[in-house]
């Protein structure tokens, strides 16, 4: 009799691996429901793979505002989302060396960094995903997503060289498994070296001068650094390189335009 088992089919993606959320952002993808629906999107670095994003529905009758930083809409995410799903394992899940809230746990952990709508929250943490079947009951069925099975820790201080570096670097991305004090240094460790400065942001060339200047009169009009965000990108999206897109999509470096060009 022959074996059917060879006539199984895979995915192709990934099933198991630990991922650092470098980034985080409400948005669309066409590949859900064409585009119309925002979703939670994580943008995770993974050592040996390059940064992917794994989305997270939502449901509807949300608005993205602050470019992406955070929604507005119903007071509580659905339960049948699949960011419904990722926050009642974020509740089963502990967070290594965090003793903070009820138990603990990743949600304990979040939910002292913002609140459900903002994107921020996710950013630093580190993750085993995995892919799983979640039964979702009847109407519905089973359905396949990638879900986090293990927190692996935080990263306070992330940044594209941070993930680089990871990717790079993939014996020293999980945790080694050190007992953290949140208050302190790891157990067993030394004192860590104080940071050094941040480096300084690039000096802009060619069409970004031009672009800056246009961005200075949005900063002086804008009372607020996301009305700074939102106003930017909406009236000079098709303008924007990648690195000052990326300024204006994380919250301290678009603050930090915001008042350079004030000045």
């Given at each position: 009799?022959?074996?059917?088992?060879?006539?199984?089919?895979?995915?192709?993606?990934?099933?198991?691996?630990?991922?650092?959320?470098?980034?985080?952002?409400?948005?669309?993808?066409?590949?859900?429901?064409?585009?119309?629906?925002?979703?939670?999107?994580?943008?995770?670095?993974?050592?040996?793979?390059?940064?992917?994003?794994?989305?997270?529905?939502?449901?509807?009758?949300?608005?993205?505002?602050?470019?992406?930083?955070?929604?507005?809409?119903?007071?509580?995410?659905?339960?049948?989302?699949?960011?419904?799903?990722?926050?009642?394992?974020?509740?089963?899940?502990?967070?290594?060396?965090?003793?903070?809230?009820?138990?603990?746990?990743?949600?304990?952990?979040?939910?002292?960094?913002?609140t459900a709508q903002d994107a921020h929250i996710w950013i630093g943490l580190?993750?085993?995903?995995?892919?799983?079947?979640?039964?979702?009951?009847?109407?519905?069925?089973?359905?396949?997503?990638?879900?986090?099975?293990?927190?692996?820790?935080?990263?306070?201080?992330?940044?594209?060289?941070?993930?680089?570096?990871?990717?790079?670097?993939?014996?020293?991305?999980?945790?080694?498994?050190?007992?953290?004090?949140?208050?302190?240094?790891?157990?067993?460790?030394?004192?860590?070296?104080?940071?050094?400065?941040?480096?300084?942001?690039?000096?802009?060339?060619?069409?970004?001068?031009?672009?800056?200047?246009?961005?200075?009169?949005?900063?002086?009009?804008?009372?607020?650094?996301?009305?700074?965000?939102?106003?930017?990108?909406?009236?000079?999206?098709?303008k924007l390189s990648d690195e000052l897109l990326g300024r204006l999509m994380?919250?301290?470096?678009a603050e930090q335009l915001y008042e350079e060009l004030r000045k």
């Amino acid at each position: 009799m022959g074996d059917k088992k060879s006539f199984e089919l895979d995915s192709g993606l990934p099933d198991d691996y630990e991922v650092l959320v470098e980034r985080a952002e409400f948005g669309y993808r066409e590949i859900y429901r064409g585009g119309d629906v925002p979703l939670l999107i994580l943008y995770c670095a993974s050592p040996g793979m390059e940064t992917r994003e794994e989305l997270f529905s939502i449901g509807s009758g949300w608005e993205i505002t602050a470019v992406g930083t955070s929604v507005e809409g119903p007071s509580k995410f659905l339960a049948s989302s699949w960011i419904g799903r990722l926050i009642v394992r974020c509740n089963e899940l502990d967070m290594p060396g965090f003793e903070g809230g009820d138990k603990g746990t990743v949600l304990d952990f979040i939910a002292e960094r913002g609140t459900a709508q903002d994107a921020h929250i996710w950013i630093g943490l580190k993750f085993r995903m995995i892919r799983e079947e979640i039964d979702f009951g009847e109407g519905i069925g089973l359905k396949r997503h990638i879900m986090p099975a293990e927190c692996l820790g935080f990263v306070e201080d992330v940044s594209a060289e941070v993930a680089a570096k990871a990717a790079d670097e993939a014996a020293d991305f999980a945790d080694d498994g050190a007992e953290v004090d949140w208050e302190g240094t790891p157990e067993g460790e030394e004192e860590p070296l104080p940071k050094s400065e941040p480096e300084p942001e690039p000096e802009p060339q060619g069409q970004d001068v031009v672009v800056l200047a246009l961005l200075k009169s949005v900063a002086l009009e804008a009372d607020t650094v996301v009305d700074f965000q939102t106003a930017a990108v909406s009236s000079h999206a098709s303008k924007l390189s990648d690195e000052l897109l990326g300024r204006l999509m994380d919250p301290e470096k678009a603050e930090q335009l915001y008042e350079e060009l004030r000045k």
